[in-house]
């Protein structure tokens, strides 16, 4: 009878210890649980990046390096989203992209927004169900995961580089050391332009902007006072500025353009870029 007491009461006690050893590491536990579940969302969302986005964004985001079904290397459509004023905010998370579009929910929201309804008027499609698109709620929150997943102190810490562009002038030119024109037609791939312009020798049809194969001549006619330099110009740094009657679809829309209006910023890395991108494109 003894016996049996003290070995129940030995079974007890180890119990409790076991359960409140359980009981202690439950949290994290569910911590594990959660970062796994965060895991496989983002390793799904991978997948569907690749099969679905990487043609206009690039397969690591940065919006160079696309590539058609074919393999074939194409002029990235889509604006950078491996990129810093989309995903690195301030101190309550808000980011330069939130602020310049007028966003006034969160950061996540924004991203999931684009995603789901697309914007209107751009290339950028709608890929949610709820809109007409084809993908269900999960793989819209999987592939948004692994965009937001991009987001860490290495790009967030990078100094960006601002380049006090020359206000418009016949004569700002002369502020350019010569311009490369062979360099400028690989710069024209890179930057995405042939994605929406084509190839202005007529080899890729332009599909989302003009046709630029006349520009030289054109540009000049658009604006009163402006040369086709200068048009084209304020053209790549502010979109805004003027918006072109006639895109291959219809008549272009906007202001806001079509157009991404952050090449002023992406060119402030190598400024000599414009240079040799008017020189391909004016000839001059
Ligand atoms: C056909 C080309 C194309 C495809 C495919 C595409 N996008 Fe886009 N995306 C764009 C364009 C163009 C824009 C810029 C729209 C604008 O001018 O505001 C954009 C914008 C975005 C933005 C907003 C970026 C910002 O700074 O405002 C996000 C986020 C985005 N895309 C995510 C995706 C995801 C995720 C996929 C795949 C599910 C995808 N895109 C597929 C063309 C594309
Ligand atoms: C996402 C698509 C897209 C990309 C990428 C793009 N553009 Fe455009 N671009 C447009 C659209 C749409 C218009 C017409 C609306 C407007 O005038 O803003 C336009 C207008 C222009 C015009 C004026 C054309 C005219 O006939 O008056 C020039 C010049 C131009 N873009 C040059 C460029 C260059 C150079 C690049 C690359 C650095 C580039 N664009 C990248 C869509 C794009």
């Given at each position: 009878m003894q016996v049996k007491i003290v070995i129940g009461t030995i079974a007890f006690m180890l119990t409790m210890m076991i359960m409140g050893f359980a009981a202690l590491r439950e949290p994290t536990r569910l911590e594990e649980y959660t970062h796994a579940f965060e895991g496989r969302s983002i390793e799904n969302g991978a997948k569907i990046f690749e099969g679905n986005c990487a043609t206009c964004h690039g397969m690591n985001g940065k919006g160079e390096e696309c590539e058609n079904t074919a393999g074939e290397k194409i002029g990235c459509q889509g604006l950078p989203l491996n990129y810093q004023p989309l995903l690195c905010g301030d101190i309550?998370?808000?980011?330069a992209r939130m602020n310049a579009m007028n966003w006034a929910g969160t950061k996540d929201a924004f991203v999931e927004s684009v995603v789901a309804a697309g914007r209107g008027g751009t290339a950028m499609p709608v890929w949610s169900a709820q809109f007409?698109?084809?993908?269900?709620d999960d793989e819209i929150k999987n592939v948004v995961a692994f965009v937001l997943n991009w987001e860490n102190d290495a790009l967030c810490d990078e100094e960006l580089p601002t380049f006090d562009w020359p206000t418009?002038?016949?004569?700002?030119?002369?502020?350019?050391p010569d311009g490369d024109a062979a360099n400028g037609e690989t710069l024209y791939v890179s930057y995405g332009c042939s994605g929406c312009h084509g190839a202005p020798d007529g080899s890729i049809p332009a599909n989302v902007?003009?046709?630029?194969?006349a520009i030289a001549v054109d540009g000049g006619t658009r604006?009163?006072?402006?040369t086709a330099v200068m048009y084209v110009y304020e053209s790549i740094l502010e979109p805004n500025a003027y918006i072109a009657e006639q895109c291959p679809t219809g008549p272009c829309v906007g202001p806001?353009?079509?157009?991404?209006?952050?090449f002023a910023e992406r060119m402030s890395a190598n400024p000599q870029d414009m240079a040799d991108m008017l020189a391909y494109l004016l000839g001059q």
């Open positions: 309550s998370d808000r980011t007409g698109g084809p993908m269900r418009l002038a016949d004569t700002f030119l002369t502020d350019f902007g003009p046709d630029l194969s604006i009163e006072d402006y806001p353009s079509a157009m991404p209006a952050n």
